[in-house]
C-alpha cells in the first residue's frame, strides 16, 4: 500500500541544524510532486515546501525560505528537508505529504497521502 | 495569520447537517481548487475533498463541497460522532507561489 514514514525529528538547539526524511513505498515516487507540511503543537497546518516530480520545480513558505531546503532522491524514493538556523517557532511535528496527481500541476494539486509525522522540538 | 479564513468551531446534533466556509482571495480561491483535509485528534491529516468537490475513494458521500468565487464551502450531512475532528481548507495561492491553509474548524458533535 501506499505509504510515507518520516524520520530524523528530534530535540535541538536554536541556531542548529536538523535533516528529516521522508521514505515512500508502494508507488511510483518519481512520478509525484512531494511537499513538506508541519503543525505546531495546538495550532493548524502549516506548508512550508513543495518539489516537483523530477526535482526541478521548488517552492517554499516565507517563513522557511532561506533556511529550509527541500530535495529529493527518486532512486532511494526519498524525500528531504534540511532545516538550517532553526528557531523556536519550528518546533513543530512534520509531515510529508505526496500530491494527488501523476506529474500535477502545483495549483490543482491535493495531499492525498500522509505520512505519521515526525516531531522536531528546538529548545536550548 | 491564515490566508484563508475559516470559523474555529461549528456543531450540530447527531444526524443533522454541519456546514464549514472557507474565505479566500483572488489570487488563491478565485482562480485555483479547493480542498478539504479532516484531521482527527492524534492522527495525520486526511484529504477529504480535493478539486473542489471530489471525493477520494474511501471518503463517504455524507461529505460534500462546493466554491463559488472566491469562497468555499464544505458541507457534513447525517453527522456522527467520528466526524468530531479539525477540518481544514487549502489551495494554491499563485501571488505567494505557496499553498495556504485555512485556520481549521473544529466540527463537535452535540
Redo the contacts between chains.
Keep these: 500500500q501506499v505509504q510515507l514514514v518520516e524520520s530524523g525529528g528530534g530535540v535541538v538547539q536554536p541556531g542548529r541544524s536538523l535533516r528529516l526524511s521522508c521514505a515512500a513505498s508502494g508507488f511510483t515516487f518519481s512520478n509525484y510532486a512531494m511537499?513538506w507540511?508541519r503543525q505546531a503543537p495546538g495550532k493548524?497546518?502549516?506548508?512550508l515546501a513543495?518539489v516537483s516530480y523530477d526535482g526541478s520545480n521548488k517552492?517554499?513558505?516565507?517563513s522557511v525560505r532561506g533556511r529550509f531546503a527541500i530535495s529529493r532522491d527518486n532512486s532511494k524514493k526519498t524525500l528531504f528537508l534540511q532545516m538550517n538556523s532553526l528557531r523556536t517557532e519550528d518546533t513543530a511535528i512534520y509531515?510529508c505529504a505526496r500530491g494527488?496527481f501523476p506529474f500535477g500541476e502545483?495549483?490543482?494539486?491535493?495531499?492525498?497521502t500522509?505520512?505519521?509525522?515526525t516531531l522536531v522540538t528546538v529548545s536550548s | 495569520q491564515?490566508v484563508l479564513t475559516q470559523p474555529p468551531s461549528a456543531s450540530a446534533a447527531p444526524g443533522q447537517r454541519v456546514t464549514i466556509s472557507c474565505s479566500g482571495s483572488s489570487s488563491n480561491l478565485g482562480?485555483?481548487?479547493v480542498?478539504w483535509?479532516q484531521?482527527l485528534p492524534g492522527a495525520?491529516?486526511?484529504?477529504l475533498i480535493?478539486?473542489n468537490n471530489r471525493r477520494?475513494s474511501g471518503v463517504p458521500d455524507r461529505f460534500s463541497g462546493s466554491k463559488s468565487g472566491t469562497s468555499a464551502s464544505l458541507a457534513i450531512t447525517g453527522l456522527q460522532s467520528l466526524d468530531e475532528a479539525?477540518y481544514?481548507c487549502?489551495a494554491?495561492d499563485?501571488s505567494?507561489?505557496?499553498?495556504?491553509?485555512?485556520?481549521?474548524t473544529k466540527v463537535t458533535v452535540l
Excluded: I, M, R, S
Design positions: 511537499y507540511v493548524g497546518l502549516e506548508w513543495v517552492y517554499y513558505a516565507d509531515y494527488y502545483f495549483l490543482l494539486d491535493a495531499f492525498d500522509w505520512g505519521q509525522g | 491564515p482562480p485555483n481548487t480542498n483535509y484531521q495525520a491529516p486526511k484529504l480535493y478539486a477520494p479539525d481544514y487549502a494554491w499563485g505567494l507561489n505557496a499553498v495556504v491553509f485555512g485556520g481549521g
